[in-house]
């Protein structure tokens, strides 16, 4: 289910928006300010925001500009109906779409639908916490730095990211690595990669909050 992370502080339109999606197969994360905005960012892997420029707590052009200094993530503005200085501001930052206020829930669904397939069409881009990986291209970047992996730890980090948010048990994380390697790997050359993949990807290798330990299941990236 993919995710959207709406920043808006009406109660109503959030209220209202948050029914819309979920009975539409999305899965709304709304919050009302730029700090807790960037802090789901942090915390989760999003696939669309739409964001008020005007918040109570902060500014929808500052809060833009932020994201995309660390996210490739689409924007949606969400405007007044009048405001043309905005749409324009808006627009020439680079924002995906605007949506004037009030608008039909219908609307903003074929909207966010054009813009997910589009996204879609572009380079494949895997994003969690601190970590991105551009698939087409076999790069992987923490906090916006290239850094470098063996063929082998990219191979396996590929996995994880194929099954994100799954539980996968060493067994079936040897059997893939066979499949695309077409080397038999032992149990104790698995547990070597898994700690040398961690120690180029986590910010704390002896703590991970990317590639979890599952006591005694297996390991999973994300929540």
């Known amino acids: 289910m993919e995710k959207i992370l709406l920043v ?3 109660l109503q339109i959030v209220k209202h928006l948050n029914s819309y999606l979920r009975e539409n197969g999305y899965h709304l994360i709304a919050v009302d300010g730029q700090k807790k905005a960037m802090q789901i960012l942090q915390q989760q892997s999003i696939d669309l925001i739409l964001l008020d420029i005007s918040l109570k707590e902060g500014n929808g052009f500052s809060l833009y500009n932020e994201i995309k200094a660390y996210y490739d993530i689409p924007i949606i503005f969400l ?3 009048s405001d043309e200085f905005s749409i324009i501001t808006g627009l020439d930052l680079g924002a995906d779409d605007y949506i004037s206020k009030p608008f039909q829930p219908r609307i903003l669904l074929s909207r966010i639908q054009n813009i997910l397939r589009r996204y879609k069409k572009q380079d494949q881009i ?3 916490q601190n970590l991105q990986v551009y698939i087409s291209q076999a790069k992987v970047f923490k906090n916006h730095q290239e850094i470098f992996l063996s063929a082998l ?3 396996l980090l590929l996995i994880f990211v194929q099954h994100a948010h799954h ?3 060493r067994e079936f994380l040897l059997e893939e690595l066979y499949q695309m390697t077409g080397e038999d790997m032992n149990d104790n050359t698995l547990t070597v990669y898994i700690k040398r993949l961690r120690n180029k990807i986590e910010d ?3 703590h991970p909050q990317i590639i979890q330990t599952k006591r005694g299941l297996g390991y999973q990236l994300g929540d």
């Open 126 to 128: 895997f994003q969690y």
């Open 167 to 169: 539980l996968l048990t």
């Open 79 to 81: 405007t007044a109906q």
């Open 153 to 155: 730890e990219y191979k």
């Open 8 to 10: 808006e502080d009406d």
């Open 204 to 206: 704390q290798p002896q």
